[in-house]
Nanobody, 119 residues
Framework: QVQLAESGGGLVQPGGSLSLSCVASGTSETSVSIYVMGWYRQAPGKQRELVATITQDDATNYENTLKGRFTISRDNAKKTVFLQMSDLKPEDTAVYYC??????????WGQGTQVTVSP
């Protein structure tokens, strides 16, 4: 059983930056290193949507409108995936979920971390 724990959410002003982290536990470094890992988000009243994913070969996939502002990366030795967010907008306000799995659709999910962008 894989557990994912997100951290780094919070309140930030428009135009600001925030970095999220997600640590995997309950599995070996070798297993995590071959997983696809990613981030989704869900805003109030909206469906959960893709933010970004990253493969074992560091190939990345972003929701088109987020390219250039969001960057996903990973550190397999630390079993961690990161999401660096910049130039944040109020519409980025959402609960951000970490996810992982051997292939898509990803099957392991974290509890989520709240990101609020507000003056």
């Amino acid at each position: 059983q894989v557990q994912l724990a997100e951290s780094g959410g919070g309140l930030v002003q428009p135009g600001g930056s925030l970095s999220l982290s997600c640590v995997a536990s309950g599995t070996s470094e070798t297993s995590v290193s071959i997983y696809v890992m990613g981030w989704y988000r869900q805003a109030p009243g909206k469906q959960r949507e893709l933010v970004a994913t990253i493969t074992q070969d560091d190939a990345t996939n972003y929701e088109n409108t987020l390219k250039g502002r969001f960057t996903i990366s990973r550190d397999n030795a630390k079993k961690t995936v990161f999401l660096q967010m910049s130039d944040l907008k109020p519409e980025d306000t959402a609960v951000y979920y970490c996810c992982a799995g051997p292939w898509e659709p990803l099957i392991y999910w974290g509890q989520g971390t709240q990101v609020t962008v507000s003056p």
